[in-house]
């Protein structure tokens, strides 16, 4: 019982990381990459805030402050990664790799710590990835992203879009391993301590473009993004409290396929053949993970 509920939390997990992520997107068409960061993580941040004190939770001390820190590092490390990898140009490249990377390196860690999974599990984790990466894949090929700004000109830089994409997945990896460490007694208020990093990441980026600060109500799509972005780091400690850490990140980095179905429910955007086999895979990977 103990698996079948963290495997539960680890699929709920992604699939509202996958809407937080949509929603973001959206978020960004209305304004821009850099207010939608800091409106989402602000929302996210005020959402952990009101269910810590609901939850009667005090503010950590010690040693799990500077693991949340970290955490949120990290978290913002993936983040700013991840657009800037989008503003270039290939996100059919970017968004996939990064996807699984965060996956792949919780995967080694999980396995250096508690050891290697069974056998039907490791074919889950294999698969899982491969869905992952033919799920994330964009349907209209190297055309930028919807978070990319609309100003956003080729890159002549000699960093390319792959590396950003690795940087992005090592981040969102160190968020999974350093997150999973947090106090279970705590979870409200050691996510509240880690969301702060990405909201000074947010804040730093606005005052850098000279971007005014995001009201609320004429962007309702970055609230719901920040939202749910706080429910998916909530779901997946949950996860993590019931089962092992790769099969929580491995589960919670399926988030891709939630964005491309709610895409595909209210946008109306075609699948294309390489999507509709991603999400073939996952479910697999999904039944052999939950055996």
Excluded at 81 to 86: A, F, N, P, V
Excluded at 98 to 108: C, E, G, H, P, Q
Excluded at 189 to 208: C, K
């Amino acid at each position: 019982m103990t698996g079948f509920l963290g495997i539960i939390f680890g699929l709920a997990s992604g699939i509202v990381w996958g809407s937080g992520d949509f929603f973001g997107g959206r978020a960004a068409l209305k304004a821009n990459q850099y207010q939608a960061v800091f409106l989402s993580g602000t929302t996210g941040w005020l959402t952990l805030l009101a269910l810590m004190l609901f939850a009667g939770e005090s503010l950590p001390s010690g040693g799990k402050v500077w693991l949340a820190l970290l955490a949120g590092v990290g978290g913002s490390l993936g983040l700013l990664s991840l657009y800037r990898g989008l503003s270039m140009g290939n996100s059919a490249l970017v968004a996939p790799t990064s996807a699984v990377t965060s996956a792949a390196v919780t995967v080694i860690y999980g396995s250096l710590r508690d050891g290697l999974p069974d056998t039907l599990k490791l074919v889950g984790f294999g698969l899982g990835l491969i869905g992952i990466w033919l799920v994330a894949q964009s349907s209209g090929g190297d055309a930028q992203s919807p978070s990319d700004p609309p100003d956003a000109p080729a890159s002549k830089e000699a960093a390319s879009p792959l590396l950003f994409a690795l940087l992005a997945g090592l981040g969102f990896g160190a968020f999974f391993i350093f997150i999973s460490q947090i106090e279970t007694q705590t979870i409200f208020s050691q996510l509240v301590v880690s969301r702060l990093a990405i909201i000074a990441v947010g804040f730093m980026l606005l005052m850098r473009h000279r971007q005014p600060i995001p009201l609320p109500h004429r962007n309702f799509a970055g609230v719901l993004a920040g939202v749910f972005d706080a429910g998916g780091n909530v779901l997946f400690l949950l996860a993590k409290q019931y089962t092992r850490l790769d099969v929580a990140s491995v589960l919670s980095s399926l988030y891709p396929a939630s964005t491309v179905l709610l895409s595909l429910i209210i946008l109306k955007e075609h699948l294309s053949q390489s999507q509709i086999w991603g999400l073939f895979i996952c479910l697999v990977a999904v039944g052999l993970i939950a055996v």
